[in-house]
């Protein structure tokens, strides 16, 4: 997927800045996972320790609903078991259950027909056996999935059924009425009907007050933040989107987070930030790749062409239209079809391609009547019409406009779309020349502009209100303080004796603490000055070290071979004319020595000084160390490489460390880890580096931590650049190391 570039769009490096805020996050939801797992260990305990087999295979149902996506296999194992244990025992209660967990598991998988056939199943088998709360509970679902599909008519149908068999059992279930609610407000939301989808969110949020359950409440909160958006009280609506987010990361509830992302994207194009919607419609998108959710994939692209429609930025704006309509269709959703048609034929008329504009609107027009969303079939109309205008087809644009008026006033909370609607009808009639008719809708026009008082404007009313109000209040609490302050002044003219005596004896330990607090600064920098002398002479002694070690190696490996080569080629001199002396075999022999020893030198200079890091640069030559090891086939490393793409302004000193920090850790790691897999991960931020390894070996104990000569060669290194290590490496456990340098500039 390509999006279109722009100047304001944010940039790699401005990403970078948030790395370590992913991080954290990332580490969050790891934690949050190990949560879930305990949830479904507990009720695998309970299976263990239950007698009973009807509440096992219950119990089974209930677990099969807590395992992620990743797990469907075993969610399914879990509802086949507990299905083949209520058919043998004749028990069409469990049966219908279990039709109902079917239906649910397809659901979450993204496959609402496949969902509503379970459904269905689950409902004409309660009817069967009267089994009231089943049917209910399957009617209601049948209901979700007619939302998702975009069939709005039988949605409502099934949800005032539901809603109504709900209320009738005694206790009610509140959570069950919540989640029925907040289908309601969902579609009415998808009809346009605004003002209604907030009384039935508010109503779900009445009956979700004590619930514990997370998800349900991040559903409920993402629709009653859409409603606010839609309301145009945008700062409310973000604050909740924000904590719809919180609530997601808790659940861990990735189709959550691509709805609260791209909602905050909309509220944040309500509003007019549109750089800050691009970016949460852009990681709407990227949630919906990684989980094949083309629903979602759909209504982000849309959503964003549509931002860069109105920042007039309109290239490549058909490819993404396009993709929109098909990532609709591959999810066999009617109202987002109908949805990226109305915006696409929207765009293609601001381009005055009437002819394609056209199409797409009726389109989109046919499929909103034809799921029931009358509201939306209207601003179709509307803007046939305005594209009919503009094409000078006076009778065409007066049937689209003169057909969507009564929808409007049949409708409340539409005052603006009927505004605009009108405004349409003066233009025509203007055009006409029939300017009693356009008098006519002149004057509803300015009526409607005169009654529109919009949610923003009411907000601000109300903060005066309040504002008012807490001024008011601060006036009597400052009278309140006044009197209070006459009384203690008499206190303090008693007591100001002893204050002023207080005052001396807190100086002077004030003057005390303080010669003792420039005393201890300048002990630490003292210490920190000798720590560096420390260091700086342990680095010295390394390196005397390290050219030893390769005086030695090329005294033992590369001298010992060239001498055999020379004696070889002295004895070949003597034989050379010589008959049966084997000069062939000892001059095949020296070659071969000879090319040892050019690869000993090679190694040798490789330790030195990578070629591909001179050559190429930090990341080719992290590439080449990576793909090195790869090619042994007896360990696996992953790289995740971020920015390094120019490192040309960085010290020659500092390349060269981040290069021996990955190579000394995967030394290590080759020698003492026993590891299969690795995961090598540096990015550049704004200011600094940071390097993160992790493999899946026996781990390291503490001695090995504290003495080994090449972890502490790795610490110097990093604490002489003034840079942070943390290693983490328990036996049987792994090891992970993440290091942090700040960038050291060539000059």
Not at 509 to 527: M, S, T, V
Request: some cysteine; aromatic content about 8%.
């Amino acid at each position: 997927m390509i999006f279109p570039q722009t100047k304001k769009i944010p940039t790699t490096s401005s990403f970078f800045k948030y790395s370590k805020s992913l991080l954290l996050l990332l580490a969050f939801l790891v934690v949050r996972v190990g949560f879930a797992q305990s949830k479904i260990d507990s009720i695998s305990q309970q299976i263990e320790r239950e007698n009973s087999s009807s509440e096992i295979a219950h119990l089974q149902l209930k677990r099969a609903l807590l395992f992620n996506l990743k797990e469907r296999e075993k969610a399914s194992n879990d509802i086949d078991e507990a299905f083949e244990y209520f058919s043998n025992n004749g028990d069409k209660k469990g049966e219908v259950d279990c039709y109902i967990s079917y239906g649910n598991l397809h659901f979450q998988h993204r496959e609402p027909i496949k969902a509503a056939h379970f459904d269905s199943l689950a409902i004409k088998l309660a009817d069967e056996i009267s089994y009231k709360k089943g049917k209910a509970v399957a009617i209601g679902n049948l209901a979700r999935e007619f939302i998702n599909t975009g069939n709005f008519i039988n949605a409502e149908t099934h949800l005032q059924q539901a809603i109504v068999d709900e209320e009738s059992f005694k206790p009610q279930d509140r959570e069950r009425l919540a989640e029925l609610y907040n289908r309601f407000s969902i579609l009415h939301a998808r009809r346009g009907d605004h003002l209604k989808s907030l009384s039935f969110i508010e109503k779900a949020m009445e009956y979700s007050k004590g619930i514990n359950d997370n998800l349900l409440l991040s559903r409920i909160y993402i629709n009653y933040a859409n409603s606010l958006s839609r309301l145009s009280r945008f700062d409310e609506a973000v604050k909740i989107h924000f904590k719809v987010i919180r609530l997601c990361e808790q659940t861990q509830d990735t189709i959550g987070l691509q709805k609260a992302y791209n909602n905050l994207g909309i509220a944040f194009r309500n509003g007019g930030e549109f750089d800050k919607a691009i970016a949460y419609y852009r990681k709407s998108f990227e949630l919906g790749k990684k989980s094949n959710d083309y629903k979602t994939m759909g209504l982000s692209v849309v959503n964003m062409a549509t931002v860069y429609s109105e920042k007039q930025e309109f290239d490549g704006m058909d490819t993404l239209y396009s993709q929109g309509i098909q990532y609709f269709e591959k999810a066999s959703d009617l109202g987002g079809i109908a949805f990226a048609n109305h915006n696409y034929g929207n765009f293609l008329v601001i381009k005055k391609d009437y002819a394609e504009a056209d199409k797409h609107l009726q389109k989109a027009y046919e499929l909103r009547k034809q799921i029931g969303a009358d509201l939306m079939a209207a601003s179709s109309l509307s803007v046939l019409g305005k594209s009919a205008i503009e094409q000078k087809k006076w009778k065409k644009a007066e049937e689209y406009l003169l057909a969507a008026e009564p929808i409007y006033q049949g409708k409340n909370h539409n005052d603006r779309n009927l505004k605009e609607l009108y405004g349409y009808l003066k233009e025509l009639y203007i055009q006409e020349a029939n300017f009693e008719k356009a008098l006519n809708y002149q004057t509803q026009e300015l009526e409607l502009e005169k009654t529109l008082f919009t949610e923003n404007e009411k907000i601000n009313s109300l903060k005066t209100e309040a504002a008012y109000e807490m001024e008011k209040q601060d006036m009597e609490m400052a009278l309140e303080r006044e009197k209070q302050e006459l009384a203690r002044q008499r206190i303090l003219l008693i007591g100001g004796g002893i204050v002023l005596v207080l005052i001396l004896i807190s100086f002077t330990l004030w003057l005390r603490r303080r010669q003792l607090k420039e005393r201890h600064q300048a002990q630490i920098i003292n210490l920190d000055q000798q720590h560096r002398l420390d260091l700086s002479k342990s680095l010295k002694n390394s390196e005397q070290q390290e050219r030893k070690k390769i005086a030695h190696k090329l005294h033992d490996e590369a001298g010992s071979m060239l001498s055999i080569a020379i004696l070889n080629l002295k004895q070949l001199q003597a034989d050379v004319f010589k008959t049966e002396r084997n000069a062939a075999q000892k001059l095949e022999t020296t070659q071969k020595l000879l090319v040892d020893i050019s690869d000993s030198v090679r190694n040798i200079s490789h330790t030195l000084m990578p070629v591909a890091l001179d050559k190429y640069g930090l990341k080719a030559a992290i590439h080449d160390l990576v793909n090195a090891v790869n090619t042994s086939q007896k360990l696996k490393v992953e790289e995740v490489l971020e920015g390094l793409d120019d490192t040309s302004s960085w010290s020659e000193d500092f390349n060269l460390t981040i290069y021996r920090i990955v190579q000394e850790v995967m030394n290590n790691i080759i020698k003492h880890a026993q590891a299969t897999n690795v995961l090598l991960q540096v990015v550049e931020l704004e200011d600094s580096v940071t390097i993160y390894i992790e493999d899946n070996g026996k781990g390291m104990d503490e001695t090995a931590t504290k003495n080994g000569m090449g972890l502490k060669m790795l610490k110097s290194n990093i604490e002489y650049l003034n840079g942070t290590i943390e290693i983490n490496g328990k036996a049987n456990t792994g090891t992970f190391i993440l290091a942090e340098l700040p960038i050291e500039k060539a000059n």
